[in-house]
């Protein structure tokens, strides 16, 4: 499918350009899906972070903004200022996968804008100045505003975000629970099988993760 061509493309990503002026261009690709509840948006962040070499997984619901980017912590002992790396400083030069998107404060999806498009975070608190990079792919799964995809709204009715987040993705995919009947029993009789420790059918040709783990290497 399209989605799975996108995150091999993330996990992949592109090259970095140096402009004439200065100014970089980020060759990591940021990807949201945002669809219905029971689409497998969560297996796929969790695919993701096993088979890219360096991830972080996170969700938007228990997170903060100094949780994603960085923050200033005092020692308790000596009484000194050091930062400490929040979940993209720490994905620098792989990816991040944030579950439950929507889920998060306002306040805090605008405090990763500078880390998603100039991939750094600068910081100026209690005597530290410096700049962190954050040289991250996002991966982001979210739900519609009204729990499920609404046809009968447009699509800037049905995703709760502002255009400055959303323009900050590369590639939007709107994904929805389509009833099939054929096709709900054949994921129905997947995960019976997953759960009743029955053997999974392989697919031909299909990768194992530690070969494709250490492909994307």
């Not at 972070?49 to 938007?60: H, L, Q, R």
């Not at 200033?72 to 000194?80: I, M, P, Q, T």
């Not at 500078?114 to 530290?128: F, Y």
């Not at 019976?192 to 040709?205: A, C, F, R, T």
Request: aromatic residues 6%; charged residues 25%.
């Amino acid at each position: 499918t399209d989605i799975k061509k996108a995150l091999c493309c993330q996990l992949f990503c592109g090259s970095r350009k140096l402009l004439p002026d200065g100014g970089r261009l980020r060759g990591d690709i940021n990807v949201l899906m945002l669809g219905d509840p029971s689409t497998a948006k969560s297996q796929l962040l969790k695919f993701i972070e096993k088979v890219a070499p360096i991830s972080v997984y996170t969700s938007g619901k228990g997170s903060s903004a100094a949780g994603l980017t960085a923050s200033v912590v005092k020692d308790a002992n000596s009484g000194e200022f050091y930062l400490e790396g929040g979940a993209m400083v720490l994905a620098d030069g792989g990816i991040v996968c944030i579950d439950e998107f929507d889920k998060m404060r306002p306040e805090d999806r605008v405090a990763i804008h500078e880390a998603m498009e100039q991939q750094t975070i600068s910081i100026a608190k209690a005597g530290i100045t410096t700049m962190l990079n954050t040289r991250t792919a996002v991966l982001a799964a979210a739900n519609p505003t009204f729990g499920r995809y609404d046809d009968m709204r447009s699509a800037v009715d049905n995703i709760d975000f502002q255009s400055t987040i959303l323009s900050r993705f590369d590639l939007i995919f709107i994904i929805r629970d389509a009833r099939n009947e054929e096709r709900d029993q054949r994921i129905a009789r997947h995960v019976m099988s997953l759960h009743s420790g029955s053997s999974v059918q392989q697919v031909e040709g299909e990768i194992d993760l530690n070969t494709m783990r250490r492909y994307i290497c």
